[in-house]
Nanobody
Framework: QVQLVESGGGLVQAGDSLRLSCAAS????????MGWFRRAPGKEREFVASITWNLGTTYYTDSVKGRFIISRDKSKNTMYLQMDNLKPEDTAVYYC?????????WGQGTQVTVSS
């Protein structure tokens, strides 16, 4: 079993920064990648960013490129999402996931609210 615990969400103003964390515990030795999705009110779930666990290769959706940075600390089994220059359209519940072969584990979600 793998558990994912997110933290770092909150209420900020446009232009501010937040750092989300996702800590994995349990049977994590086969992690292939981790990443973030988000779901804004009234919208479908959207891919935000991901990182391959071994090489650290990163991927971003276009709307966050240049503002968000995904990283991981393998020694802590923790992934981070540094979010800078936040915009109101970034308001959503952010969910982290961990991928192993064809399966995914999900965190409980953390709310990010950006006021204009």
């Amino acid at each position: 079993q793998v558990q994912l615990v997110e933290s770092g969400g909150g209420l900020v103003q446009a232009g501010d920064s937040l750092r989300l964390s996702c800590a994995a515990s349990g049977r994590t030795f086969s992690t292939q990648s981790m990443g973030w999705f988000r779901r804004a009110p009234g919208k479908e779930r959207e891919f935000v960013a991901s990182i391959t666990w071994n090489l650290g290769t990163t991927y971003y959706t276009d709307s966050v490129k240049g503002r968000f940075i995904i990283s991981r600390d393998k020694s802590k089994n923790t992934m981070y999402l540094q979010m800078d220059n936040l915009k109101p359209e970034d308001t959503a519940v952010y969910y982290c996931y961990r991928e192993e072969r064809s399966s995914r584990n999900w965190g409980q979600g953390t709310q990010v609210t950006v006021s204009s």
